[in-house]
T-cell receptor
Framework: DAKTTQPTSMDCAEGRAANLPCNHS???????VYWYRQIHSQGPQYIIH???NNETNEMASLIITEDRKSSTLILPHATLRDTAVYYC???????????????FGSGTRLQVQP | DAGVTQSPTHLIKTRGQQVTLRCSPK?????VSWYQQALGQGPQFIFQ???????QRGNFPDRFSGHQFPNYSSELNVNALLLGDSALYLC??????????????FGSGTRLTVV
């Protein structure tokens, strides 16, 4: 799985959009970008994943650059409950993806300010 | 629909003792993975079980062992506990069916403190 680089920490004002960047310059054509977050004292929570098209769900949007070397997770209207560590993970999605281990980095600590 | 449940939530053990942590996967999931998370770090993969066998293993010593039962639940055993084993132990379940790639569902973890 390709390595990812994320800022250590970020702040965001409540009600504003939070944009969390991730660099994955060595990503290969069959690797997906996954995002998880971990709220204090809880297990990581799946947010979203994508291959090359932008993706949106009820939690967030994922914007992947055309060359796929970087991506941005967007929380459109951040709330205090979005304060968490956000992990960007790149991994191959194959027939047995549900059985391949996740490799977590250090993530980005997002602090939403009131 | 219950998610992943882990027990106990907190545990204090003495150095040299043995510990067993338990995990029940989300309904419909057949694969269980265990992760160790030290304070301030991301989770580290320990091993993964499906079809009652260990299928993948991370860089952890043999003191860490596990088991999966026919109902897909799992146990993590750690022998000869060291102070450095103090961490949050996370269980994650997933479905390993062919042709799909779902996200993992994590439990809230067991906080193990070794004194």
């Amino acid at each position: 799985d390709a390595k990812t680089t994320q800022p250590t920490s970020m702040d965001c004002a409540e009600g504003r959009a939070a944009n969390l960047p991730c660099n994955h310059s060595t990503i290969s054509g069959n690797e997906y970008v996954y995002w998880y977050r971990q709220i204090h004292s809880q297990g990581p929570q799946y947010i979203i994943h994508g291959l090359k098209n932008n993706e949106t769900n009820e939690m967030a949007s994922l914007i992947i650059t055309e060359d796929r070397k970087s991506s941005t997770l967007i929380l459109p209207h951040a709330t205090l409950r979005d304060t968490a560590v956000y992990y960007c993970i790149v991994r191959v999605a194959s027939m047995d993806t549900g059985r391949r281990a996740l490799t977590f980095g250090s993530g980005t600590r997002l602090q939403v300010q009131p | 629909d219950a998610g992943v449940t882990q027990s106990p939530t907190h545990l204090i053990k003495t150095r040299g003792q043995q510990v067993t942590l338990r995990c029940s996967p989300k309904s419909g999931h057949d694969t269980v993975s265990w992760y160790q998370q030290a304070l301030g770090q991301g989770p580290q993969f320990i091993f993964q079980y499906y079809e009652e066998e260990e299928r993948q293993r991370g860089n952890f010593p043999d003191r860490f062992s596990g088991h999966q039962f026919p109902n897909y639940s799992s146990e993590l055993n750690v022998n000869a506990l060291l102070l450095g084993d103090s961490a949050l132990y996370l269980c994650a379940s997933s479905f390993g069916g062919r042709g799909r790639h779902y996200g993992y569902t994590f439990g809230s973890g067991t906080r193990l403190t070794v004194v």
